[in-house]
Protein backbone atom coordinates (compact mmCIF):
# COMPACT_ATOMS: atom_id res chain seq x y z
CA UNK A 1 0.00 0.00 0.00
CA UNK A 2 2.79 2.54 -0.52
CA UNK A 3 2.46 5.40 -2.53
CA UNK A 4 4.94 7.38 -4.25
CA UNK A 5 5.02 9.75 -6.84
CA UNK A 6 5.01 9.06 -10.62
CA UNK A 7 8.21 9.06 -12.25
CA UNK A 8 7.00 12.19 -14.00
CA UNK A 9 5.82 14.01 -11.27
CA UNK A 10 9.35 12.73 -9.55
CA UNK A 11 11.22 14.32 -12.42
CA UNK A 12 9.73 17.67 -12.59
CA UNK A 13 10.28 18.42 -8.36
CA UNK A 14 13.93 16.98 -8.95
CA UNK A 15 14.73 19.28 -11.92
CA UNK A 16 12.23 21.97 -12.59
CA UNK A 17 13.21 25.23 -10.42
CA UNK A 18 9.56 26.88 -10.98
CA UNK A 19 8.19 27.23 -7.35
CA UNK A 20 4.83 26.76 -8.87
CA UNK A 21 5.80 23.16 -10.41
CA UNK A 22 7.30 22.38 -6.50
CA UNK A 23 4.08 23.33 -4.66
CA UNK A 24 2.39 20.96 -7.71
CA UNK A 25 4.45 17.95 -6.27
CA UNK A 26 3.82 18.67 -3.03
CA UNK A 27 0.40 19.30 -2.86
CA UNK A 28 -0.05 15.85 -5.10
CA UNK A 29 1.76 14.18 -2.20
CA UNK A 30 0.33 15.89 0.09
CA UNK A 31 -3.38 14.54 -1.30
CA UNK A 32 -2.12 11.06 -2.05
CA UNK A 33 -0.02 10.31 1.08
CA UNK A 34 -2.56 11.07 3.63
CA UNK A 35 -5.03 9.35 2.01
CA UNK A 36 -2.80 6.32 1.63
CA UNK A 37 -1.42 6.61 5.25
CA UNK A 38 -5.14 6.28 6.35
CA UNK A 39 -5.67 3.26 4.51
CA UNK A 40 -2.55 1.60 6.05
CA UNK A 41 -3.03 2.43 9.41
CA UNK A 42 -6.86 1.13 9.25
CA UNK A 43 -5.67 -1.94 7.95
CA UNK A 44 -3.09 -2.67 10.35
CA UNK A 45 -5.88 -1.68 13.08
CA UNK A 46 -8.48 -4.28 11.10
CA UNK A 47 -5.89 -6.88 11.02
CA UNK A 48 -4.79 -6.54 15.39
CA UNK A 49 -2.04 -4.90 14.93
CA UNK A 50 -2.51 -1.27 15.52
CA UNK A 51 0.41 1.25 15.00
CA UNK A 52 1.02 2.71 18.16
CA UNK A 53 3.79 5.23 17.18
CA UNK A 54 4.55 7.40 13.91
CA UNK A 55 7.80 8.61 13.12
CA UNK A 56 7.66 11.41 9.87
CA UNK A 57 10.37 13.41 8.24
CA UNK A 58 11.06 16.34 6.31
CA UNK A 59 8.29 17.20 3.43
CA UNK A 60 5.84 14.82 5.27
CA UNK A 61 4.13 17.25 7.88
CA UNK A 62 0.81 15.92 6.92
CA UNK A 63 1.53 13.22 8.53
CA UNK A 64 1.47 14.53 11.31
CA UNK A 65 -2.31 15.44 10.62
CA UNK A 66 -2.89 11.79 10.05
CA UNK A 67 -1.64 10.36 13.41
CA UNK A 68 -3.66 13.24 15.44
CA UNK A 69 -6.85 11.91 13.58
CA UNK A 70 -6.02 8.35 14.06
CA UNK A 71 -5.44 9.01 17.71
CA UNK A 72 -1.74 7.76 17.52
CA UNK A 73 1.15 9.86 18.83
CA UNK A 74 4.04 10.76 16.49
CA UNK A 75 7.55 12.79 16.24
CA UNK A 76 9.15 14.42 13.74
CA UNK A 77 12.57 13.10 12.93
CA UNK A 78 14.52 16.23 11.64
CA UNK A 79 17.89 14.91 9.71
CA UNK A 80 19.55 18.46 8.91
CA UNK A 81 20.91 20.62 11.69
CA UNK A 82 19.32 21.47 14.85
CA UNK A 83 20.58 24.82 14.10
CA UNK A 84 18.37 25.30 10.64
CA UNK A 85 15.62 24.02 13.17
CA UNK A 86 16.26 26.56 15.17
CA UNK A 87 16.00 29.84 12.42
CA UNK A 88 12.98 27.73 10.83
CA UNK A 89 11.00 27.97 14.43
CA UNK A 90 12.20 31.62 14.93
CA UNK A 91 10.80 32.20 11.16
CA UNK A 92 7.58 30.10 11.31
CA UNK A 93 6.15 30.21 15.10
CA UNK A 94 2.36 31.58 15.30
CA UNK A 95 3.75 34.70 17.98
CA UNK A 96 7.25 36.08 17.22
CA UNK A 97 7.95 35.18 13.19
CA UNK A 98 10.17 37.11 11.47
CA UNK A 99 8.95 35.29 8.52
CA UNK A 100 5.93 38.03 7.36
CA UNK A 101 9.18 41.12 8.31
CA UNK A 102 11.02 39.43 5.53
CA UNK A 103 8.02 39.19 2.91
CA UNK A 104 7.33 42.48 3.40
CA UNK A 105 10.82 44.04 3.45
CA UNK A 106 11.78 42.31 -0.09
CA UNK A 107 14.02 45.10 -1.06
CA UNK A 108 15.34 45.69 2.56
CA UNK A 109 14.90 42.93 4.32
CA UNK A 110 16.59 43.22 8.50
CA UNK A 111 20.59 43.32 8.43
CA UNK A 112 20.54 39.75 10.27
CA UNK A 113 18.29 37.54 12.44
CA UNK A 114 19.29 36.72 16.28
CA UNK A 115 18.59 33.68 17.67
CA UNK A 116 19.13 33.12 21.63
CA UNK A 117 22.34 31.70 22.07
CA UNK A 118 23.58 31.39 18.34
CA UNK A 119 25.80 34.50 16.48
CA UNK A 120 23.43 36.67 14.22
CA UNK A 121 22.90 35.41 10.81
CA UNK A 122 22.86 37.78 7.89
CA UNK A 123 20.74 36.41 5.25
CA UNK A 124 23.16 34.61 3.05
CA UNK A 125 22.92 32.74 6.32
CA UNK A 126 19.45 31.80 6.39
CA UNK A 127 18.79 28.65 4.94
CA UNK A 128 16.88 29.13 1.79
CA UNK A 129 13.87 27.74 2.49
CA UNK A 130 13.30 30.04 4.59
CA UNK A 131 13.80 33.42 2.03
CA UNK A 132 10.31 34.11 0.94
CA UNK A 133 11.36 35.62 -2.24
CA UNK A 134 14.75 32.67 -2.69
CA UNK A 135 15.18 29.95 -4.87
CA UNK A 136 13.12 27.19 -2.76
CA UNK A 137 10.30 29.50 -1.81
CA UNK A 138 7.81 26.94 -2.35
CA UNK A 139 9.23 24.50 0.86
CA UNK A 140 8.11 27.67 2.99
CA UNK A 141 4.49 26.11 3.40
CA UNK A 142 5.76 22.69 4.24
CA UNK A 143 8.03 23.93 7.20
CA UNK A 144 5.37 26.39 8.45
CA UNK A 145 3.09 23.19 8.14
CA UNK A 146 5.74 21.80 10.74
CA UNK A 147 5.69 24.67 13.50
CA UNK A 148 2.12 24.45 13.04
CA UNK A 149 1.86 21.33 13.92
CA UNK A 150 4.66 21.14 16.85
CA UNK A 151 2.54 23.60 18.57
CA UNK A 152 -0.48 22.90 18.40
CA UNK A 153 0.70 19.36 19.79
CA UNK A 154 0.00 18.83 23.58
CA UNK A 155 3.37 17.09 23.73
CA UNK A 156 5.25 17.61 20.71
CA UNK A 157 8.48 15.55 20.38
CA UNK A 158 11.07 15.82 17.82
CA UNK A 159 14.16 13.75 17.43
CA UNK A 160 17.29 15.59 16.32
CA UNK A 161 20.03 14.47 14.17
CA UNK A 162 22.72 16.03 16.31
CA UNK A 163 24.68 15.85 19.91
CA UNK A 164 23.98 17.50 22.76
CA UNK A 165 27.46 18.98 23.43
CA UNK A 166 27.66 19.48 19.22
CA UNK A 167 24.30 22.11 19.48
CA UNK A 168 23.42 22.67 22.76
CA UNK A 169 22.53 26.31 22.40
CA UNK A 170 20.60 25.49 19.28
CA UNK A 171 18.55 22.77 21.37
CA UNK A 172 18.21 25.36 24.06
CA UNK A 173 16.49 27.59 21.62
CA UNK A 174 13.33 25.26 20.70
CA UNK A 175 13.40 23.92 23.78
CA UNK A 176 9.37 24.10 24.10
CA UNK A 177 8.88 21.86 21.33
CA UNK A 178 10.83 18.85 23.35
CA UNK A 179 13.97 18.02 21.26
CA UNK A 180 15.44 14.99 21.40
CA UNK A 181 19.13 14.61 20.29
CA UNK A 182 19.69 11.13 19.06
CA UNK A 183 22.24 11.97 16.72
CA UNK A 184 24.61 11.58 14.77
CA UNK A 185 22.95 9.34 12.66
CA UNK A 186 25.52 8.03 11.01
CA UNK A 187 27.03 4.44 10.96
CA UNK A 188 29.91 3.96 13.39
CA UNK A 189 32.35 3.21 10.68
CA UNK A 190 32.38 6.97 10.03
CA UNK A 191 33.05 7.40 13.26
CA UNK A 192 35.11 4.52 14.62
CA UNK A 193 38.02 2.70 12.92
CA UNK A 194 36.69 -0.24 15.18
CA UNK A 195 33.30 -0.52 13.55
CA UNK A 196 34.35 -0.89 9.69
CA UNK A 197 31.39 -3.36 9.48
CA UNK A 198 28.44 -1.22 10.45
CA UNK A 199 26.42 -0.68 7.56
CA UNK A 200 23.10 -0.44 9.51
CA UNK A 201 22.66 2.82 8.28
CA UNK A 202 23.36 4.92 5.20
CA UNK A 203 23.24 4.67 1.48
CA UNK A 204 25.03 6.15 -1.66
CA UNK A 205 23.07 8.08 -4.37
CA UNK A 206 25.64 7.30 -6.88
CA UNK A 207 27.53 4.07 -8.11
CA UNK A 208 30.30 3.16 -5.49
CA UNK A 209 34.18 2.89 -6.38
CA UNK A 210 36.89 2.59 -4.48
CA UNK A 211 39.59 3.62 -7.20
CA UNK A 212 40.38 7.41 -5.57
CA UNK A 213 40.87 5.21 -1.90
CA UNK A 214 43.63 3.91 -3.85
CA UNK A 215 45.11 7.10 -5.60
CA UNK A 216 44.93 9.33 -2.58
CA UNK A 217 46.46 6.41 -0.17
CA UNK A 218 49.45 6.34 -3.22
CA UNK A 219 50.11 10.51 -2.70
CA UNK A 220 51.61 12.68 0.24
CA UNK A 221 50.11 13.41 3.11
CA UNK A 222 47.05 15.12 3.18
CA UNK A 223 46.27 15.04 -0.50
CA UNK A 224 42.68 16.47 -1.89
CA UNK A 225 40.59 15.03 -4.37
CA UNK A 226 37.56 17.07 -5.93
CA UNK A 227 34.70 15.15 -7.49
CA UNK A 228 32.45 16.26 -10.00
CA UNK A 229 29.67 14.69 -11.34
CA UNK A 230 29.28 14.15 -15.41
CA UNK A 231 26.36 15.88 -17.02
CA UNK A 232 24.97 15.78 -20.37
CA UNK A 233 24.73 19.50 -20.53
CA UNK A 234 27.95 21.58 -19.52
CA UNK A 235 25.93 24.61 -18.00
CA UNK A 236 24.13 22.61 -15.96
CA UNK A 237 27.30 20.67 -14.69
CA UNK A 238 28.83 24.43 -14.42
CA UNK A 239 25.75 25.70 -12.16
CA UNK A 240 25.85 22.29 -9.94
CA UNK A 241 29.48 23.50 -9.52
CA UNK A 242 29.16 27.22 -8.75
CA UNK A 243 25.90 26.51 -6.12
CA UNK A 244 26.55 26.42 -2.63
CA UNK A 245 23.46 28.10 -1.03
CA UNK A 246 20.89 25.22 -0.74
CA UNK A 247 18.68 24.33 2.30
CA UNK A 248 20.41 24.55 5.09
CA UNK A 249 24.48 24.15 3.81
CA UNK A 250 24.66 28.44 4.59
CA UNK A 251 23.92 28.09 8.12
CA UNK A 252 25.91 24.88 8.63
CA UNK A 253 28.51 26.68 6.58
CA UNK A 254 28.27 29.87 9.02
CA UNK A 255 28.11 27.55 12.44
CA UNK A 256 30.99 25.41 10.82
CA UNK A 257 33.45 28.23 10.23
CA UNK A 258 32.62 30.48 13.42
CA UNK A 259 31.38 28.85 15.83
CA UNK A 260 32.46 24.48 15.81
CA UNK A 261 35.55 26.19 13.72
CA UNK A 262 36.38 22.78 12.05
CA UNK A 263 36.46 24.32 8.69
CA UNK A 264 36.39 27.24 6.45
CA UNK A 265 33.97 28.53 4.09
CA UNK A 266 34.23 29.47 0.52
CA UNK A 267 33.38 32.95 -0.51
CA UNK A 268 31.55 33.20 -3.49
CA UNK A 269 32.32 36.55 -6.08
CA UNK A 270 30.13 39.30 -7.04
CA UNK A 271 28.54 36.57 -9.15
CA UNK A 272 27.77 33.96 -6.76
CA UNK A 273 30.66 32.33 -8.49
CA UNK A 274 33.39 30.23 -6.20
CA UNK A 275 36.84 30.83 -8.01
CA UNK A 276 39.81 28.77 -8.47
CA UNK A 277 41.88 31.35 -6.20
CA UNK A 278 39.04 31.07 -3.31
CA UNK A 279 39.13 27.21 -3.53
CA UNK A 280 43.03 27.33 -3.53
CA UNK A 281 42.58 29.97 -0.26
CA UNK A 282 40.44 27.38 1.66
CA UNK A 283 42.61 24.38 0.91
CA UNK A 284 45.92 26.31 2.17
CA UNK A 285 43.72 26.90 5.62
CA UNK A 286 42.47 23.30 6.05
CA UNK A 287 45.26 21.39 5.26
CA UNK A 288 47.71 23.88 5.20
CA UNK A 289 50.79 23.50 8.37
CA UNK A 290 50.00 27.32 9.70
CA UNK A 291 47.89 27.72 13.00
CA UNK A 292 44.85 28.36 11.63
CA UNK A 293 44.82 24.73 9.64
CA UNK A 294 45.81 23.08 12.79
CA UNK A 295 43.15 24.57 15.01
CA UNK A 296 40.17 22.83 12.16
CA UNK A 297 42.03 20.06 12.20
CA UNK A 298 42.26 19.63 16.08
CA UNK A 299 38.89 20.41 16.60
CA UNK A 300 37.99 18.29 13.97
CA UNK A 301 39.51 15.76 15.63
CA UNK A 302 37.62 16.68 18.97
CA UNK A 303 33.83 17.03 17.27
CA UNK A 304 34.71 13.51 16.21
CA UNK A 305 35.42 12.28 19.37
CA UNK A 306 32.69 13.58 21.15
CA UNK A 307 30.56 12.48 18.13
CA UNK A 308 31.71 8.56 18.97
CA UNK A 309 31.28 9.39 22.78
CA UNK A 310 27.23 10.93 21.99
CA UNK A 311 26.20 7.26 20.05
CA UNK A 312 28.15 4.85 22.83
CA UNK A 313 26.06 2.91 25.13
CA UNK A 314 26.06 4.98 28.22
CA UNK A 315 26.70 8.05 25.49
CA UNK A 316 24.00 11.16 25.51
CA UNK A 317 22.05 10.29 22.09
CA UNK A 318 21.96 6.44 23.43
CA UNK A 319 20.45 7.65 25.96
CA UNK A 320 18.23 9.97 25.23
CA UNK A 321 17.11 7.22 21.82
CA UNK A 322 16.44 4.55 24.74
CA UNK A 323 14.79 6.66 26.97
CA UNK A 324 12.61 7.62 24.03
CA UNK A 325 11.98 4.00 22.85
CA UNK A 326 11.21 3.05 26.65
CA UNK A 327 8.49 5.69 26.37
CA UNK A 328 6.43 5.09 23.76
CA UNK A 329 6.54 1.09 24.22
CA UNK A 330 4.84 1.88 27.80
CA UNK A 331 2.75 3.89 25.67
CA UNK A 332 1.84 1.26 23.12
CA UNK A 333 0.24 -0.76 25.74
CA UNK A 334 -2.47 2.61 26.05
CA UNK A 335 -3.04 2.81 22.50
CA UNK A 336 -3.46 -0.96 21.15
CA UNK A 337 -7.22 -0.79 22.18
CA UNK A 338 -7.82 2.59 20.56
CA UNK A 339 -8.77 1.56 17.51
CA UNK A 340 -10.88 -1.55 18.47
CA UNK A 341 -14.36 -1.40 17.03
CA UNK A 342 -13.39 2.29 16.16
CA UNK A 343 -11.07 2.03 13.00
CA UNK A 344 -13.98 0.80 10.69
CA UNK A 345 -15.60 4.29 10.90
CA UNK A 346 -12.62 6.27 10.08
CA UNK A 347 -12.97 8.04 6.90
CA UNK A 348 -10.24 7.51 4.03
CA UNK A 349 -11.21 11.38 2.58
CA UNK A 350 -6.99 12.65 2.79
CA UNK A 351 -8.90 16.50 3.14
CA UNK A 352 -10.15 14.96 6.79
CA UNK A 353 -6.68 14.70 8.31
CA UNK A 354 -5.59 18.62 7.22
CA UNK A 355 -8.77 20.52 7.68
CA UNK A 356 -7.39 22.29 10.46
CA UNK A 357 -4.24 22.96 9.14
CA UNK A 358 -2.61 25.84 7.38
CA UNK A 359 -0.38 26.01 4.71
Same mark, same amino acid.
Given at each position: ????????????????????????????????????? @? =????? &?????? /?? #?? *? $???????????????????????????????????????????????????????????????????? @? =????? &?????? /?? #?? *? $???????????????????????????????????????????????????????????????????????????????? /????????????????????????????????????????????????????????????????????????????????????????????????????????????????????????????????????????????
Amino acid at each position: MAYTLPPSLMDLMMESNKPAVHRRCLSELERAGSQTL @T =ELLMT &FSKNSH /PV #SF *L $IYTLILPWAADVARYMSIPSAFLYIQSATSLALCYHFLNRHAGVHDLYNSCVNNPPSSVVVPGLPPFE @T =EDIPS &FLLPHG /PH #SS *L $IPVFRHHIQVLEQEPSPCVLLNTYDCLEEDAIAAIGNINPIPIGPLIPLSLLDKNHQSDTSCGCDLFEKSTEYVRWLNSK /PKRPFLWIIRSSDNKDTEFEEMAREKFADQTANAKMIEEVWRNGVRARVNEVGIVEAEEIRRCLEVVIGSGEGGQEIRSNAKKWRGLALDAVKVGGSSHNNLKAFLENITASAKKINGVFDGGAENKTTDAAKPNENSKN
